[in-house]
């Protein structure tokens, strides 16, 4: 079955840096397009980044724009988020998603946690 | 990228039917046909329940169905069941490669 199993997260000052690591799973992972979507504490979804099955283009939200890098490795099967420029706004379990194939997000990693706080 | 509108709470009896909407622009929810859906029980992932505006995946319960009318899409939610309880998303391509989801709606089984 498919698996998505983020990593990488935890506590980082206001300006810091942070690298989150999706290893994939239980699907041909060179085939899909992947998303990284966050929830802030008590908050609602929101989507943040967004990069082509063949990874030589990405999209992302206005809010991170500039701060974040999507990448992904197909001969790891792995998706990357580099988080830079670190925010107190930017404190949420980020998840890694993969695309439906019909721009749907079908299946989900359990998350991880991101922190930014002195 | 400004988000979807949600009611914030929802709620229906046992067995009866509930319906959430979620209202965008016609540069989101209006233009495309890519609107979905995604239930969240507390501490747990989102899950995918409808997919471009109408379709199940396989295993969601044909108690949930969606709809979109102009710039509105809803979820109905059918002969609700305890573990309907969840909070509720929906989801909409906004163009470019982007996408936007609504604040969210916690429905509650009377």
């Known amino acids: 079955q498919v698996q998505l199993v983020e990593s990488g997260g935890g506590v980082v000052q206001p300006g810091g840096s942070l690298r989150l690591s999706c290893a994939a799973s239980g699907f041909t992972f060179s085939s899909y397009h992947m998303h990284w979507v966050r929830q802030a504490p008590g908050k609602g979804l929101e989507w943040v980044a967004f990069i082509l099955f063949y990874g030589s283009h990405e999209y992302y939200a206005d809010s991170v724009k500039g701060r974040f890098t999507i990448s992904r490795d197909s001969s790891k099967d792995t998706v990357y988020l580099q988080m830079n420029s670190l925010r107190p706004e930017d404190t949420a379990i980020y998840y890694c998603?993969?695309?439906?194939?019909?721009?749907?997000?079908?299946?989900w990693g359990q998350g991880t946690l991101v922190t930014v706080s002195s | 990228q400004s988000a979807l509108t949600q009611p914030p709470s929802a709620s229906g009896s046992p067995g009866q039917s509930a319906t959430i909407s979620c209202t965008g622009t016609s540069s989101d929810v209006g233009g495309y046909n890519y609107v979905s859906w995604y239930q969240q029980h507390p501490g747990k992932a989102p899950k995918l329940m409808i997919y471009e505006v109408t379709k199940r995946p396989s295993g969601v319960p044909d108690r949930f169905s969606g709809s979109k009318s102009g710039n509105t899409a809803s979820l109905t939610v059918s002969g609700l069941q305890a573990e309907d309880e969840a909070d509720y998303y929906c989801?909409?391509?906004?163009?470019?490669?982007?996408?936007?989801f609504g604040g969210g709606t916690k429905l509650t089984v009377l």
């Open positions: 998603v993969k695309d439906s194939g019909a721009w749907a997000f079908d299946q």
């Open positions: 989801s909409s391509y906004a163009g470019n490669n982007t996408w936007v």
